[in-house]
Each structure stands twice: as structure tokens, then as C-alpha cells.
């Protein structure tokens, strides 16, 4: 319990000093109209003067546009406050279109994805202008979803590795989890101050690429726990372990990548977190009570998801906490694969190839492009084959005289 608060502290905290920095910086509303307006207006230009001779030239303007005018207005974190999966699909737009233009595809084509996005960028600018302009409510629910969206994820993975040890009789490794979530919020906002101070065009690529990463390296090792877990989910196998003495098996190694995989899960969400408050006080003027209020009502909220995560997690029978605990570890690092790509398509660092038709649920890091939709097919593949192998090799043996 005493680790969990200061856990919460520490992010209430950090949420409200970040808060405040903006608050001092007297931001001011963003105008989603206006500025959808203007990436019409600039985008029309750009693609009304492409041809597949200036395919770099149209596409480095695009780029421009997404970062200098969608990013650095402060709409792309307007939406994310209110429709993060709105904001993911915007960002697959733009990615989408600027890689069309630097591969120098038809005219035709660059138009049909322009046109497309610039609609969806007219609506969601509609949908959500209002939105800044709410009362005490609006924006009390609004940080309260915000905390409770980036916060529950984090908090399933750490409650699971808490558990993990718990049942695993290594209790007295679990400051190692703690240490790895401390260390996630301070570097969230550190990281979050940092991009502050760049000019505004430089801290976008960066930010995206810093995600990007986070979230790349955050599934390979989720994927490697996942594994561990789940190879320790048959109860001979979790018998013969409890004997080998835990507090042998569960070495250094072990707990630093469970304290690892802590770090990436709050890290993930923490510096985004910082952002996306920052652009809720920007759009608030004046409301910070109803903010304020909402996030506080969130971390308790998180308080008692824990305990109850912790009360279930204990009743279950051993072999299907870990199967359970290993499956939600790897749909995670699913989610995070995708969201990870995307972000790196956005700057470019991966080509976006779109396919007509495709799945596409952003919440599940699920998009319509051949990258991301490829990388995940080939993540179930590693993960199913070693099963099936360990699976065969339990049949052999059993049937083995």
C-alpha cells in the first residue's frame, strides 16, 4: 500500500506541475476550425501543384503541414483530449498521404487520399470546437477519462507483475516493480519538459520517433514475459519450479526485466499523459478546479482498480493466473506493435502502404496498412509456433512409457 500511494502521489503531482507550467505560459484556445481551415487551404496548394516530377518537394510541404500547423496548433493533442482513436486515424491520414507523394504515385490517387482527409479533418474540427468552450463538467470528465485511459493500461501490466511475484513467493522483489514506475514518471515529465523547450516542429519528429520506440521495445519485451509466463502456467512445470527455491529461479536478470516492462508500460502512457494535459488546461482558460478535480477522482479510481485487479488475481488457480497474465502481456505487446509502427510511419521511417478494405481499430492498435498488419501477423506466428512446439513436447512426454 505504501508504494501504491506514493506511486499515485508522484503522478498527481507531476500531472499538476505540468499543469501549472502551462497555466504560467497563458495559452491560449485552440481553434480547431480555423486551423483545419488552413491545412485545407495549404494542403490544397501543395497537391493542386504536384506532378510525379516534385513528388519530394509536395510531400517534405505535407510533412510541414502535419507537424508546423496540425501538431504545433495544438489540434492534434485537442482531439487526442477528446477522441484519442479520431487523432489516430487523422495521423494514419496524413502518414498515408505523404508517403504517396514521396514514392511519386498518380495524381489521382494523391487527390482521392486528400480529399479524404481533408473532410475528416473539417468534421472532426466541428465535432469537437465546442467541446473547449464547456463548463465544469465537460472538463472534469474530460481529465478524469484522460487519467483513466493512459493510467489503466499501465496499471493492468504492473498490478499483473505485482501479483506474479506475490504468487511466486518473491514478495520482497516487488520494489523493483515500484522503482521501475517511479523512475517511468519522473522521466514522462522530464521527457515532456525537454519537447516543451524545442521548437515546435523538431519536438513533434521527436516525440513521435520517442513513442515509436517506446512502444517497439515496450512489445519485445512484454512478448518475452508473455513466454516466460505462460511456459509456467502447467502445474507440474509451476511445482517443480516452487521447488528449485523462487527466490534462486527469480534472479537479477529476471527482475530487471520485469522492472523493465513496469518502466515501458508507465513510460508509454506518462510523457503523452503530461501532453495531453497540457492541451486540456490550454483549451480550459480558466477551469482548472473542474481539471483538477477530475484527476484526482481518477487516481482514486486507479487506487481501487488495483485492489480489485489484486482480489481477483489471487483467487484464481495458479496455471490460469499465469495463462491469463501471459496472454494480456501479449495482446499488449500486440497493441503497442501497432501503435509503435504508426508512429514511426508518421515521420517517415517506415513506408505506409494502405489496404482497401482493411481492419482498422486504433484502441486495438489495428490499422489498415500492410506494415503494421504484416508486423503483427508475423508477432502472432513467433508467438503461436513456440506454443505448439511446447504443447507437442508435453504430449511426447506424457505419452512417452
Known amino acids: 500500500m505504501p508504494s501504491l500511494i506514493r506511486s499515485i502521489l508522484i503522478s498527481f503531482v507531476l500531472a499538476v506541475l505540468s499543469m501549472a507550467n502551462a497555466v504560467a505560459m497563458d495559452p491560449a484556445t485552440v ?34 503541414l502535419y507537424f508546423d500547423v496540425f501538431e504545433a496548433s495544438g489540434m492534434e493533442f485537442a482531439l487526442g483530449v477528446y477522441d484519442r482513436d479520431d487523432m489516430l ?23 482521392s487520399q486528400w480529399s479524404d482527409l481533408k473532410d475528416h479533418l473539417a468534421r472532426s474540427a466541428l465535432a469537437h ?50 522503482t521501475g514506475v517511479w523512475l517511468a514518471l519522473l522521466a514522462s515529465v522530464a521527457i515532456a519538459w525537454w519537447l516543451n523547450q524545442l521548437t515546435l516542429s523538431v519536438s513533434g519528429t521527436r516525440r513521435e520517433a520517442m513513442e515509436g520506440i517506446t512502444m517497439l521495445v515496450a512489445s519485445a519485451v512484454m512478448i518475452y514475459v508473455s513466454y516466460w509466463l505462460f511456459s509456467k502456467s502447467q502445474a507440474d512445470r509451476w511445482q517443480s519450479f516452487v521447488k528449485n527455491q523462487l527466490e534462486k529461479s527469480i534472479g537479477n536478470r529476471d527482475i530487471l526485466m520485469l522492472s523493465l516492462t513496469a518502466f515501458l508500460a508507465v513510460f508509454r502512457e506518462g510523457a503523452e499523459t503530461v501532453l495531453f494535459y497540457q492541451a486540456l488546461v490550454a483549451g480550459s482558460s480558466t477551469d482548472y478546479t473542474a481539471i483538477f478535480s477530475g484527476l484526482a477522482v481518477a487516481c482514486v479510481l486507479l487506487v481501487g482498480l488495483y485492489y480489485v485487479l489484486k482480489f481477483v488475481s489471487v483467487k484464481l488457480p495458479v496455471g490460469i493466473f499465469f495463462k491469463f497474465t501471459g496472454c494480456f502481456l501479449f495482446v499488449m505487446a500486440f ?18 502502404t494502405l489496404v482497401r478494405y482493411g481492419p482498422k481499430f486504433p484502441t486495438l492498435g489495428i490499422f489498415p496498412t500492410i506494415e503494421s498488419l504484416g508486423a503483427q501477423a508475423l508477432l502472432i506466428l513467433i508467438a503461436v509456433v513456440p506454443f505448439f512446439i511446447l504443447g507437442r513436447r508435453r504430449e511426447f512426454t506424457r505419452n512417452s512409457p
Open 89 to 111: 486515424d487523422l495521423e494514419l491520414k496524413f502518414s498515408s498521404l505523404i508517403n504517396l507523394s514521396m514514392k511519386q504515385k498518380p495524381v489521382s490517387e494523391l487527390q
Open 335 to 352: 497493441i503497442f506493435l501497432g501503435k509503435g509502427i504508426l508512429e514511426l510511419q508518421v515521420i517517415g521511417w517506415i513506408d505506409t
Open 129 to 178: 470546437q465546442d467541446k473547449q468552450a464547456g463548463g465544469f463538467w465537460t472538463y472534469f470528465l474530460q481529465s478524469l477519462l484522460i487519467m483513466l485511459r493512459e493510467g489503466i493500461e499501465a496499471m493492468l501490466v504492473v498490478t499483473a507483475l505485482i501479483t506474479y511475484l506475490r504468487r511466486s513467493g518473491a514478495a520482497d522483489q516487488i520494489r523493483g516493480i515500484w
Open 31 to 64: 481553434d480547431l476550425i480555423k486551423v483545419a481551415e488552413q491545412i485545407s487551404s495549404e494542403g490544397d496548394t501543395a497537391v493542386d501543384n504536384y506532378s510525379d516530377t516534385n513528388g519530394l518537394e509536395t510531400g517534405q510541404k505535407l510533412s510541414r
